[in-house]
């Protein structure tokens, strides 16, 4: 926990894509959303994760072609010279859930349930 506070203080600023952060910008309810109405743009919402979004294509067909992509033009060094493929479940490469935003204080006891509403689909 102290590594990953560390390097998301320090080093790491991650953020969706410009052209995701777009589409974002036209239809924000694609973002996860807090009961007070704070949008966490790190994050699509699980709910648009089979919405054509991206010029008729969505976030789960981008993100198969991606994968499949690096299968692809790698395929000669998996196994010898890249011998493991970490993914990152959230931004900054950590599994982190959009209740726990970077940048909002969440140290109050329970606060992180009081984020974890969002607007679905």
Same mark, same amino acid.
Not at 18 to 33: G, M, R, S, Y
Not at 52 to 71: C, E, H, V, W
Not at 81 to 94: F, L, Q, S, Y
Not at 106 to 111: I, S, V
């Given at each position: 926990?102290? !590594?990953?506070?560390?390097?998301?203080?320090?080093?790491?600023?991650?953020?969706?894509?410009?052209?995701?952060?777009? +589409?974002?910008?036209?239809?924000?309810? +694609?973002?996860?959303?807090?009961?007070?109405?704070?949008? #966490?743009?790190?994050?699509?919402?699980?709910? +648009?994760?089979?919405?054509?979004?991206?010029?008729?294509?969505?976030?789960?067909?981008?993100?198969?072609?991606?994968?499949?992509?690096?299968?692809?033009?790698?395929?000669?060094? !998996?196994?010898?010279?890249?011998?493991? +493929?970490?993914?990152?479940?959230?931004?900054?490469?950590?599994?982190?859930?959009?209740?726990?935003?970077?940048?909002?204080?969440?140290?109050?006891? #329970?606060?992180?349930?009081?984020?974890?509403?969002?607007?679905?689909?």
């Amino acid at each position: 926990m102290f !590594l990953t506070r560390f390097l998301r203080r320090y080093f790491l600023q991650v953020s969706l894509p410009t052209w995701v952060l777009e +589409v974002a910008e036209q239809n924000p309810d +694609v973002l996860f959303t807090d009961r007070e109405g704070r949008r #966490n743009s790190e994050y699509l919402s699980f709910g +648009v994760d089979h919405l054509p979004l991206f010029q008729g294509r969505t976030p789960l067909q981008i993100y198969r072609d991606f994968m499949r992509s690096f299968r692809e033009t790698f395929s000669s060094e !998996l196994g010898s010279t890249i011998v493991e +493929v970490i993914v990152g479940m959230g931004p900054a490469g950590e599994l982190r859930y959009p209740s726990y935003p970077q940048g909002i204080d969440t140290t109050t006891p #329970n606060d992180w349930k009081r984020r974890g509403w969002e607007i679905m689909y």
